[in-house]
């Protein structure tokens, strides 16, 4: 459980210095929960002022944060591209 490694000054200050940086929260939106056995990931877009990042939120079987962390956001889907060797005839789509 966080609680017991993290204090709430610690909590305050890490939101503090992300807003110097990020400016002003604006607002969330959940995109997805991902887990395996009893730990769950939920995946959380936090826009700020200055640009958006990705909240990953772990959970364990009770439902408590065990983990937490903020990462930047990746735009893969607009940024790939097909590989010059593969031959885009032989794929085909899954029913």
Not at 26 to 55: H, P, R, S, T, W
Not at 57 to 70: E, H, M, N, P, Q
Not at 71 to 83: F, G
Not at 85 to 92: E, G, H, T
Request: glycine share 8%; hydrophobic share 40%; aromatic share 6%.
């Amino acid at each position: 459980m966080i609680k017991l490694l993290v204090s709430p000054a610690t909590l305050e200050k890490a939101l503090k210095d992300l807003q110097k940086s990020q400016g002003a929260l604006v607002g969330f939106k959940e995109v997805g929960i991902e887990g395996q056995g009893d730990m769950k990931a939920c995946k959380v877009l936090v826009n700020f002022e200055k640009g958006v990042l990705v909240a990953v939120v772990a959970l364990d079987s009770t439902g408590l944060i065990a983990g937490f962390r903020l990462k930047p956001t990746t735009e893969i889907s607009s940024r790939w591209q097909c590989s010059s060797y593969a031959d885009p005839k032989l794929s085909r789509k899954r029913k």
